[in-house]
């Protein structure tokens, strides 16, 4: 037997479940993936919104990293929740220490019900320590506007160059999310990739858009699933593929779960309970 991929997400905890940690573990799961994981906060949250955020001591956090990374062979990070400066420094430094065969970073910012989660300050640091640390990034529209200073991208043109400006930062891949242009009939992300030779210099990944209200979670979901993927395909563009492929049925099947009275989770096991 060939033991699995081992994945880590260094994230918050979500009690309901539908973000977060919890998220992650279950799409490393759903995902043929180990899954571990390193906690840089606790939040009282729900499907209806964020109440408050208890943050980690940073030298908690680097405790946790490097007692992890000296027992056990971590293959994909995914990046999630960094709450502030402090913590995205001290996950810059362990990862710079311990250099993780592929990262995933998630910049989360603002949560579904809209609360933020992400100190302004630490937006600097995201930017100027773990971008380049990470193999590829996964922001939807505001938060690229937000890494970059401007307002979200309004149409396909504006995603597209604001998706290469975000290379331009230090990233080495950028998988700007389209969910938010929630008009349109398709889901079209935008993957560039700093070592892409082509002519277009950019790929669109599309998927109908699916029609339901419990979207708790999608950007953890997503990411997680693509760090826990990474290992297991021969290149990012068939990984993110696979991922979003995942998360569409995750979207589809949402419904048919039952959790809460706001937006409520995705079902991160469609494939397995009946």
């Known amino acids: 037997m060939t033991s699995p991929p081992i994945a880590l997400s260094i994230a918050a905890s979500d009690p309901s479940g539908g973000?977060?940690?919890?998220?992650d573990l279950k799409a490393f799961s759903a995902n043929g993936a180990y899954g571990t994981a390193v906690?840089?906060?606790?939040?009282?949250?729900?499907?209806?919104?964020?109440?408050?955020?208890?943050a980690v001591p940073p030298a908690f956090v680097t405790e946790q990293l490097d007692t992890l990374f000296a027992d056990v062979p971590v293959d994909a990070v995914k990046i999630g929740m960094l709450a502030d400066a402090a913590i995205a420094t001290a996950v810059a430094e362990a990862l710079e220490r311990h250099r993780p065969r592929y990262v995933v970073l998630d910049p989360v910012m603002v949560s579904t019900s809209?609360?933020?989660?992400?100190?302004?300050?630490a937006v600097t640091v995201l930017r100027d320590r773990l971008l380049p640390l990470a193999d590829l990034i996964t922001p939807n529209l505001p938060e690229a506007g937000d890494l970059l200073g401007t307002a979200a991208a309004k149409?396909?043109?504006?995603?597209?160059?604001?998706a290469?400006?975000?290379?331009?930062?230090?990233?080495?891949?950028v998988l700007l999310k389209g969910g938010h242009h929630t008009h349109d009939a398709e889901s079209v992300d935008i993957l560039v990739d700093a070592t892409d030779a082509s002519d277009s210099g950019f790929t669109e990944l599309s998927a109908p858009r699916v029609n339901t209200r419990n979207t708790h979670g999608t950007g953890c979901t997503l990411s997680a699933a693509i760090a826990a993927l990474r290992p297991q395909h021969d290149d990012w563009h068939t990984?993110?593929?696979?991922?979003?492929?995942?998360?569409?049925?995750?979207?589809?099947?949402?419904?048919?779960?039952?959790?809460?009275?706001?937006?409520?989770?995705?079902?991160?096991?469609?494939?397995?309970?009946?």
């Open 19 to 23: 973000a977060g940690i919890q998220a």
């Open 39 to 54: 906690l840089t906060a606790l939040t009282a949250q729900n499907t209806q919104g964020v109440t408050g955020i208890h």
């Open 114 to 121: 809209g609360h933020r989660l992400l100190e302004a300050d």
């Open 155 to 162: 149409n396909r043109a504006e995603a597209i160059e604001q």
């Open 164 to 173: 290469h400006a975000l290379l331009d930062t230090g990233a080495r891949r």
């Open 239 to 274: 990984t993110v593929s696979a991922a979003k492929a995942y998360l569409t049925g995750a979207l589809r099947a949402a419904d048919t779960l039952h959790i809460g009275r706001g937006h409520g989770p995705v079902h991160h096991f469609h494939q397995y309970w009946s």
